[in-house]
Nanobody, 118 residues
Framework: QVQLVESGGGLVQAGDSLRLSCAAS????????MAWFRQAPGKEREFVAA????????SYANSVKGRFTISRDNAKNTVYLQMNSLKPDDTAVYYC???????????WGQGTQVTVSS
């Protein structure tokens, strides 16, 4: 089993930056790709960014491309989401997810709230 715990959310103003962290524990060797998703009130959960185990092929949703950067430190079992130039539309609960190696099954964190005021 793998547990994921997100941190770093908060209330910021438009244009500010935040860095989210996702710490993994347990059988972390069973996790391959890591990703961030978000869910705004009244909306479905949507993909934000993903990164492979090697960290060399990150991918982003068009809405965050150029503003957000995903990275991972495998030695610390932690994935980060650096969010710059935040907009009110970025307000959501941000979830970290890990895909079990060789499967399409994901493990999810509990989420961290990001609120961007205009």
């Amino acid at each position: 089993q793998v547990q994921l715990v997100e941190s770093g959310g908060g209330l910021v103003q438009a244009g500010d930056s935040l860095r989210l962290s996702c710490a993994a524990s347990g059988r972390t060797s069973s996790i391959d790709d890591m990703a961030w998703f978000r869910q705004a009130p009244g909306k479905e959960r949507e993909f934000v960014a993903a990164i492979t185990w090697s960290g060399d092929t990150p991918s982003y949703a068009n809405s965050v491309k150029g503003r957000f950067t995903i990275s991972r430190d495998n030695a610390k079992n932690t994935v980060y989401l650096q969010m710059n130039s935040l907009k009110p539309d970025d307000t959501a609960v941000y979830y970290c997810a890990g895909t079990y190696r060789g499967t399409t099954n994901r493990v999810w964190g509990q989420g961290t709230q990001v609120t961007v005021s205009s």
